[in-house]
């Protein structure tokens, strides 16, 4: 198919669409890739509003000659969703619950809601999907039927085809018909001659069908041709399109077959095993069990999972020794039948020789977990297993292209032990986990795809591997799908009958092969380096950075191995749950997620989005709505930094093109501030006067809804922070030697707009008996600063040398044993993040290791057993907000763990993402209203509804001064609380 554009092409799509039409070069970049190996520019993108967009991008793409493809979350590991034609993204808008039919257990939903969104509405219901895919967090139930996926649970519910009851879906001419089983599909059936088609094929092949379809249940390559053989239960058309990867029709709404809620009380028996092979002998004994699934988790994945900090805690909590391999066992009926079935596990473990020996040996054994927040936990340490191998810091990266094959139960251990032999031979290894109740073992060999070698062995790997796959008679697709990675192999899989069938089936419904081409159909080579995403001639722009980007290997190493991470697997999309990524959840646009921001780099340094455009206007907009909240930093599995790649980004921006008045402004904050102090009340004639506030929006951008902090007179003094050993604030009392000395780093927003802040961590701090010091500059008057307003405004280059008069000033303290305490999330945890990628060296390492937040510093405390706080009851419950900093860095525990400090204290943790303020971005007049959006996303309306005398407890400045504006309450830090709990009755 000729894929020349007219030009009239964008025009005609923005005067008939009404969702949005995105031909620029960036917004096509972003779409042309998916989580897998490949890349196609396409054409255009269409964000559809509803099925007549889609419909209307249909007819305008039939008509001009190119082809269409539909996407969801973008998630598809085999290059499902890639193109050059229009791709059609239905994930932003067509995301709708039409019907609801609790008691038939039935709904009718748009193709693009994502799963776990699906889940939250049903769940009131106690009601839930059931295929239950890693990426529920992202995958859409469109994409879901186009890939016919399978989850973790499938041993109980079955794949997505056993699922769907039916498909509204328009075909390549444009005609709608609802495709279900042929007793139902009376209501705008498809073409009576198209029915009767697939019914004659389905009786000519059944032979065929019935030989060369393999036996697994994990079976999703090819069209389901079965589904057209009429025997027990009538032909369900649905069934075709399930798995047919858009190649077929364009669904416009999926009817789904609902489940009830998994039982509350159920049981994880984790085994424990001292080899890979054993852990795959004992799989088949286990699932005689019936357990609701057994997923695999292999030393490798352990081992990366232990180096990423929102996993070490949940692995600590149930791995026992170093186990080779484990099998998550779950049960989920009523809690007699569990416990009994954790009872026969126990004894098959047992009867195979494995258990925990009293002397602490460890060789093997189960683990019961109860607890359904680890259980939790667990889940999603293994739905990230994908994220989780991805995060190898090295040039060669886990690939996929066998990962899923499916073999008989009774295969698994011979099969796992010939296909790491075949990675042998070919000089690497691979990574094993995912579903060992199904034969369905996700493995990825590590190769360099950027290599032509490594590339040529990828298909040398693919072909004894699938050679290997049928001589057990197994599956070479067992859940991800075709795409371009395992087209091409369908002859050898099915033999040449059924894949001449699979081209008539496909002929049938879209004989000018407009929908999706080269997928299950006349496929390209799995090889061909033209559509993958590091083609022949790759390579990244070279440039000196500022920070210090050398732990990022890649396969080229520094800022371009960084950025390279991003595996597009979308873990950043997810529109609920923890922090990343806020601006997404509020625009839920691929430019404003951390995968779509990283592509665009990914592009751009490689110089597919035209010259200059690291520096370009686009590239600035592209980054404009990252907040820096750095939950990517955490949250992100493979370790995609955004907020550190755009302060670098700005840097390299300003170098080129200057600095506005604003970013001045704001990144000389800490210079301005004592002058703007004395000046406080003048300043103060901007948010009461409107004309003022009209005045700062024209000439510095601030918004004028916006009220500004005020700067204080009585701002914070660097004497109010010296409390000597032995004596106490507020009294008197002996200290003891055995506490380590605090240096406290008055940051400067606490300084100059929030002082009480600093009195009451000191108050509290003397009250504990530790001798407290304000952190000073070797030389000069002026105050130590962190930098934070340097590095968010782009002038890195500034904050570096901040941080290394900064590092000069603290050294001392700390080689003198004394801890680096702050209050201000971002100040203090910059120490921590960004002093040792601007100033990389022991120094600053040693700076970083000793500086803790307040509240760190309390838990550290009360672990030690060395803190003693005379606290009253305050009868008053207090809701906490915790600042993006502080949830990326994991210091909530420590958080909660201070305010419980107090006796008797009714504490709720809002769950919430970024409250939206972020610095300066809560002021800026361009992006005020995607900033009031994210703070009503959960935060402000949770404030709202607390009790009135409630404590609102948030500890970073921009979210106080949220809750102040947004919802008219008056937060305090956590410093404040406890001061205000100081028994000693001046609080």
Excluded at 266 to 277: A, Q
Aim: with cysteine.
């Amino acid at each position: 198919m000729s894929e020349t554009i007219r030009p009239g092409l964008s025009r005609r799509l923005s005067r008939e669409i009404a969702g949005e039409v995105l031909f620029d070069r960036f917004s096509r970049g972003r779409y042309a890739t998916d989580a897998s190996i490949y890349q196609m520019m396409p054409a255009g993108v269409v964000v559809a509003k509803g099925a007549d967009d889609v419909a209307a991008a249909l007819d305008a793409a039939r008509e001009e000659g190119i082809a269409l493809t539909m996407r969801g979350g973008g998630t598809s590991q085999c290059g499902q969703t890639v193109n050059s034609g229009l791709i059609v993204d239905t994930s932003k808008h067509m995301n709708r619950l039409i019907e609801l039919d609790v008691a038939g257990r039935r709904a009718l939903v748009e193709p693009g809601i994502v799963l776990d969104d699906l889940n939250r509405l049903l769940k009131p219901h106690g009601l839930w999907f059931p295929v239950d895919v890693s990426t529920a967090s992202r995958a859409t139930i469109g994409g879901m039927a186009g890939n016919n996926s399978c989850g973790s649970r499938s041993l109980r519910y079955g794949t997505m085809r056993d699922n769907v009851i039916a498909i509204d879906a328009i075909l390549a001419d444009g005609t709608k018909g609802r495709f279900a089983t042929l007793e139902q599909a009376a209501r705008g059936e498809p073409p009576r001659d198209l029915i009767t088609a697939m019914l004659a094929l389905g009786r000519r092949e059944a032979e065929e069908i019935a030989a060369r379809f393999p036996k697994v249940q994990r079976r999703v390559g090819g069209y389901n041709l079965d589904a057209l053989v009429e025997d027990d239960a009538p032909v369900n058309l649905a069934h075709l399109l399930v798995g047919s990867e858009g190649t077929l029709g364009i669904s416009t709404a999926v009817e789904i077959r609902l489940s009830p809620l998994p039982k509350a009380s159920k049981l994880l028996g984790v085994c424990h095993f001292p080899t890979f092979r054993a852990a795959m002998e004992a799989a088949q004994h286990i699932v005689a069990l019936k357990p609701t699934s057994v997923e695999l988790v292999d030393s490798t994945m352990i081992g990366l999972a232990r180096d990423i900090p929102m996993f070490r805690p949940t692995l600590e909590a149930f791995v026992e020794g170093r186990p080779a391999a484990l099998l998550l066992t779950e049960f989920a009926d009523e809690p007699e039948e569990n416990a009994e079935s954790i009872e026969r596990l126990e004894a098959v473990m047992s009867d195979l020789g494995y258990g925990f020996s009293r002397g602490g040996a460890h060789e093997g054994g189960v683990v019961t977990v109860s607890d359904p927040k680890l259980q939790s936990a667990i889940a999603e340490l293994r739905a990230a297993g994908l994220n989780i191998m991805m995060s190898m810091k090295e040039a060669g990266k886990p690939v996929s292209f066998v990962e899923d094959c499916a073999v008989p139960l009774e295969h698994l251990a011979d099969y796992t032990d010939r296909l790491t032999a075949i990675f042998e031979g070919h000089g690497t290894r691979g990574t094993w986990y995912a579903h060992a109740s199904e034969g369905c073992l996700h493995v990825r060999p590590v190769l360099n795809v950027k290599l032509e070698n490594d590339v040529r062995t990828m298909r040398a790997i693919a072909e004894e591997a699938f050679a290997m796959v049928r001589e057990y008679k197994g599956s070479h697709s067992g859940e991800h799908g075709d795409g371009i990675v395992r087209s091409e192999f369908h002859e050898a899989m099915f033999g040449a009958r059924i894949v001449g069938a699979f081209k008539e089936v496909k002929t049938a419904f879209d004989p000018s092969n407009l929908l999706n081409p080269g997928k299950i159909v006349d496929p390209p080579k799995m090889d061909d380096r033209s559509l993958m995403r590091y083609p022949p001639g790759y390579a990244g722009e070279d440039f000196a950075t500022v920070f210090d980007w050398s732990s990022w290997t890649g396969s080229a190493g520094g800022f371009q191995g960084a950025v390279e991470m991003c595996n597009n697997n979308g873990a950043c999309r997810k529109s609920a749950g923890a922090v990343m990524c806020p601006s997404y959840r509020v625009t839920r646009n691929e430019r404003d997620v951390t995968r779509g921001r990283a592509n665009t780099l990914r592009l751009a340094i490689s110089g597919q989005l035209g010259p200059e455009a690291l520096h370009s206007d686009e590239m600035a907009e592209t980054l404009k709505l990252c907040v820096s909240c750095k939950a990517c930093r955490r949250e992100c599995p493979t370790g995609v930094d955004m907020a550190k790649m755009k302060a670098e980004v700005l840097y390299q921006r300003g170098r080129k093109r200057g600095f506005s008045a604003k970013d001045r402004l704001i990144a000389n904050l800490p210079l301005t501030a004592p002058l703007a102090a004395r000046i406080g009340g003048a300043l103060g004639l901007r948010d009461k006067v409107g004309t003022f506030a009209g005045l700062s929006e024209k000439l510095f951008g601030f918004s004028a809804r916006r009220s500004l902090p005020k700067f204080r007179r009585d701002h914070f003094r660097d004497a109010e922070g010296d409390v000597p050993a032995g004596a106490r604030a507020h009294g008197t009392a002996e200290g003891s030697a055995e506490k380590p000395g605090v240096v406290l780093l008055a940051d400067t927003f606490g300084r100059w707009f929030d002082p009480q802040t600093l009195r009451a961590a000191v108050k509290v701090l003397g009250a504990a008996r530790y001798a407290v010091e304000t952190a000073r500059p070797l030389s000069g008057r002026r105050p130590l600063c962190c930098g934070r307003t340097y590095v968010a405004s782009g002038m890195a280059d500034r904050a570096k040398e901040e941080a290394e008069r900064t590092i000069a000033a603290l050294l001392p303290h700390v080689r003198a044993g004394r801890l680096i305490v702050g209050l201000e999330p971002s100040c203090l945890l910059t120490l921590r993040d960004e002093f040792p990628a601007l100033v990389p060296g022991k120094e600053s390492a040693e700076i970083a290791s000793a500086a803790l937040l307040f509240e760190e510093f309390l838990a550290r405390e009360i672990k030690a057993e060395r803190l003693s706080l005379p606290l009253a009851p305050l009868g008053r419950k207090a809701y906490l907000h915790g600042h993006c900093h502080q949830k990326a860095f994991g210091a909530m525990p420590a958080v909660e763990a201070a305010l419980r400090l107090i006796p008797d204290i009714d504490l709720v943790t809002i769950e919430s993402s970024c409250c939206g303020m972020a610095g300066a971005f809560g002021y800026d007049a361009e992006t005020i209203d995607v900033s009031l959006a994210m703070g009503e996303a959960s935060l402000l309306p949770a404030v709202r509804a607390a009790p009135e005398d409630a404590l609102i407890v948030a500890d970073g400045t921009s979210c106080r001064h949220q809750i102040h504006d947004g919802a008219d309450r008056q937060a305090v830090h956590v410093a404040e609380v406890l001061a205000g709990a100081l028994a000693s009755g001046d609080g």
